[in-house]
């Protein structure tokens, strides 16, 4: 089991091995639906997922769980700044992503921006639901449109270790989301 000392040294740099990751997420306390409430920033946490980093990149934000049945799963800066609820259309891109690392380069980034834009929508496009994965029942947001699911474990009052459970991905991939307590829509 994780010490409190490792997981704060694991989450302060953003980078750790899938192993110590699974055994961090492991190690923590299951959350429910109302603790996910409302806007949460995200970032990586790396361990060397080939997504490492690429949401960071295109300028993401983070995720917004209105409430267990209107759930924004991608939010995004736009080129001014202001946040943007983008529909995961392109997740399809992440085969493509996981084959060709160049897609990961700077010189897309205005492009994928761009696109993000023309992506935007007010509509949801997951749900909260509280099921098990890795042994205990926790808040899992479950995509619409693909098969994907992302877990969550408690870290703090304002913060939760997100594992997304990609179909047929070898590799989990893991993300930190901070909640948000601006109230700037």
């Known amino acids: 089991m994780q010490t409190l000392e490792t997981c704060k040294l694991i989450l302060k740099t953003g980078q750790t091995t899938t192993e110590k990751a699974l055994e961090l997420f492991d190690a923590l306390e299951p959350v429910d639906l109302a603790f996910m409430l409302g806007r ?12 490492d980093g690429l949401l960071e990149k295109f300028n993401w934000y983070g995720k917004e769980f209105v409430d267990p049945e209107n759930v924004h799963p991608l939010l995004f800066l736009d080129s001014q700044g202001k946040v943007i609820k983008v529909a995961p259309s392109y997740i399809g891109l992440t085969n493509w992503i996981l084959k060709f690392p160049i897609l990961k380069n700077d010189f897309l980034k205005p492009l994928v921006i761009l696109t993000n834009s023309l992506l935007k929508t ?64």
Request: aromatic share 10%.
């Open 40 to 51: 949460w920033q995200g970032s990586g946490l790396h361990t060397n997922h080939p997504m």
């Open 122 to 185: 007010q509509k949801s496009q997951a749900r909260l639901r509280m099921m098990e994965y890795r042994g205990k029942v926790s808040a899992t947001m479950i995509y619409d449109h693909f098969p994907v699911n992302d877990s969550f474990r408690k870290v703090d009052d304002n913060t939760v270790l997100g594992i997304m459970d990609l179909k047929n991905s070898p590799q989990p991939f893991f993300f930190i989301l901070r909640r948000s307590l601006s109230s700037g829509q």
